[in-house]
């Protein structure tokens, strides 16, 4: 840990992890939104159902269990969205977030999380998750194309501080990125003035098309990529991880809040480690605070949402899309790491699930996501049929 973070109170440690979690992920929200065919007004509603369902389940979870149980959106989620829900309605994404809180609530009440997760080789749910963001960091480079100089100063700036300040680079870039397209006068003139949020409804439109397009791959990426990273920063704080009551409470909420824009709430990974270390609290059994104080400071920026989202609408595209891309660099790169680190041949299904992922494949009105998993589970079995000693159920 850096000096700076040996100095943090709890309350210090969950207002940072707050900050770094909004700036790293609000732009992917706001692009979702946009996607759906919304504006600021509704990605403000958005915010506000998310702050205050993180907020609730992050304070009651932790005062419960008195350990530091942080509760985030699913930023991958959120970036899968965004390219499965294209010329899907809001109706309709609302019914695809409900089937999603169903089955993590499933999971929750039945226990079969361990089992389930399981079933889906990890080295896959890797190739998967980095096949749906790389598209994202591409496009970093393709705004290029339309503000050269603001994209080239984030991309020093996030390469400055990923050295320098490692865990505060992408609120560093937000910084930066606004104060240079305020000094070439990019920032779109819009009325600043305190606007409470409010709740948006959108009546869920179910079908087929819906649960495998957006509710299933939504429910693989929020637990492959976000409760499976969260639960192993719990274990290795040496926290007892309470798996089963926190996706039946993650899942409840989720179902009670997806038609307003809860679209998926989980265990938080990377933010959350801030609130587990000595550097909170010497204590452990007192490091709860931290966490309890995130879910405040969640609940305020939820409150905020309407001030927040018109400065977000002020902002150039570019930056907005730059932005998103940055910020998801660190998982690409994790995921791409994860997904072909094996050495024999199941690298190769792992590869052809990233590809295939990656590509615009809709056949027959299934996304490229789902594609790409049933891809690589093929080339598995294929390759498990014609060359059985090779495998073994632990290296699935």
Not at 204 to 209: A, K
Not at 269 to 283: G, H, N, P, W, Y
């Amino acid at each position: 840990m850096s000096l700076v973070n040996r100095h943090f109170s709890p309350a210090a440690a969950g207002f940072v992890a707050v900050v770094i979690g909004f700036a790293s992920s609000a732009a992917l929200i706001y692009q979702t939104v946009l996607t759906l065919g919304g504006d600021a007004s509704l990605a403000a509603g958005w915010l506000l159902t998310l702050g205050l369902s993180m907020g609730v389940t992050s304070i009651g979870l932790s005062l419960y269990y008195r350990i530091p149980l942080l509760i985030a959106w699913s930023t991958p989620g959120a970036a899968l969205l965004i390219s499965t829900a294209q010329g899907f309605t809001l109706n309709q994404a609302s019914a695809g977030f409900i089937c999603s809180a169903l089955l993590i609530l499933i999971c929750g009440i039945s226990g079969w999380f361990e089992k389930l997760i399981t079933k889906l080789p990890f080295h896959l749910a890797s190739a998967l998750l980095a096949g749906i963001l790389l598209n994202f960091g591409i496009d970093v480079f393709n705004q290029m194309n339309a503000e050269p100089l603001l994209v080239a100063v984030m991309f020093i700036t996030y390469l400055l501080g990923r050295q320098l300040f490692p865990q505060f680079a992408i609120l560093l870039v937000l910084i930066i990125s606004v104060f240079f397209s305020w000094q070439q006068s990019l920032l779109i003139n819009t009325d600043l003035h305190w606007q409470v949020a409010s709740f948006s409804y959108a009546s869920p439109e179910f079908s087929l098309e819906v649960l495998l397009n957006i509710g299933l791959p939504l429910f693989i990426v929020t637990m492959a990529a976000q409760n499976l990273p969260g639960i192993a920063v719990l274990k290795a704080h040496k926290y007892p991880a309470p798996v089963s009551t926190i996706l039946t409470v993650t899942g409840f909420t989720n179902l009670l809040t997806a038609p307003f824009g809860g679209y998926a709430i989980n265990l938080a990974a990377i933010t959350a480690a801030l609130c587990m270390t000595e550097d909170v609290d010497k204590d452990p059994k007192l490091r709860y605070r931290a966490a309890v104080a995130a879910g405040l400071f969640y609940i305020l920026m939820g409150l905020s949402a309407g001030y927040l989202m018109i400065i977000f609408a002020g902002l150039p595209g570019t930056l907005i899309y730059a932005l998103a891309g940055i910020a998801l660099f660190a998982t690409i790169k994790q995921s791409i790491i994860q997904a072909l680190s094996s050495a024999d041949s199941r690298c190769e299904a792992s590869l052809i699930t990233f590809l295939v992922s990656a590509s615009d494949l809709t056949l027959w009105g299934l996304s490229s996501v789902l594609w790409g998993l049933a891809a690589g589970c093929l080339i598995l079995m294929i390759q498990r049929i014609a060359a059985p000693s090779r495998y073994t159920i632990s290296g699935s």
